[in-house]
């Protein structure tokens, strides 16, 4: 069974452009999430999504950040305008559903370069 | 607000011997779970072991067990006969019953040695 797929795995861009990133959860799975990692520390939550619902965006800076899992099943993340300090890795990760015991599946990430 | 913290930024040990990865958390609520994550290079990130906390018992996944005392709020990782593929960043993760922010610690590298 595939895991969980993100593309690109990495980006380079200048600031003030805009990026988008895709994330296909484990099939079945009904919650997906969205971190960001930054350099020597762990994955930070931005957004989950309860099927198509964004059920926690608290800490998503929504004046630059955006996503979207139409249909509930892949999504997108998408910063536009992206700044130097948005350079990080944004991993997406899956769970069959939003439960506190459920395991996490995480795709490989996509590691953003901001010029 | 939880927090975790794991105070070892970078760790080595021998192949096959055995190494404790050390975690604490903050949290005034008295149910939720605990986690360690692995990241090997490249790779991405693995779930290694999970612990109840209403469970006393400590978690063993073969090599890998936990020290749970939960008093403490401490939560550390044993790695037994250490392997090589062991090389990799360690993430302790900590999230609320009620609540699926699950919250990670800076974690620690740690490199198994021939």
């Known amino acids: 069974e595939a895991g969980v797929v993100q593309s690109p795995r990495y980006k380079i861009i200048e600031k003030k452009q805009p990026v988008a990133f895709w994330c296909n959860p484990i099939?079945?799975?009904?919650?997906l999430y969205w971190y960001l990692q930054n350099l020597g520390q762990g994955p930070e939550l931005l957004i989950r999504?309860?099927?198509?619902?964004?059920?926690?965006d608290s800490q998503l800076p929504k004046d630059r950040f955006s996503a979207e899992r139409l249909k509930g099943v892949d999504s997108t993340l998408k910063i536009q305008p992206a700044e130097l300090g948005d350079s990080a890795v944004y991993l997406c990760?899956?769970?069959?559903?939003?439960?506190?015991?459920?395991?996490?599946?995480f795709g490989p990430g996509t590691r953003l370069l901001v010029l | 607000a939880q927090t975790v913290t794991q105070s070892q930024p970078e760790m080595s040990v021998q192949e096959a011997e055995t190494v404790t990865l050390s975690c604490t958390y903050d949290t005034s609520e008295n149910n939720y779970y605990l986690f360690w994550y692995k990241q090997p290079p490249s790779r991405q990130m693995i779930l290694v072991i999970r612990?109840?906390?209403?469970?006393?018992q400590n978690a063993t996944e073969n090599r890998f067990s936990v020290n749970f005392q939960k008093a403490a709020k401490s939560f550390s990782l044993k790695i037994s006969d250490s392997q090589l593929g062991d090389t990799a960043m360690y993430f302790c993760a900590f999230i609320q019953y009620n609540n699926n922010d699950m919250r990670f610690g800076a974690g620690t590298r740690l490199t198994v040695k021939p």
């Open positions: 099939s079945g799975h009904n919650t």
């Open positions: 990760a899956s769970s069959l559903d939003g439960g506190a015991r459920e395991t996490q599946y």
């Open positions: 999504y309860e099927n198509e619902e964004a059920v926690d």
């Open positions: 612990q109840e906390a209403y469970k006393q």
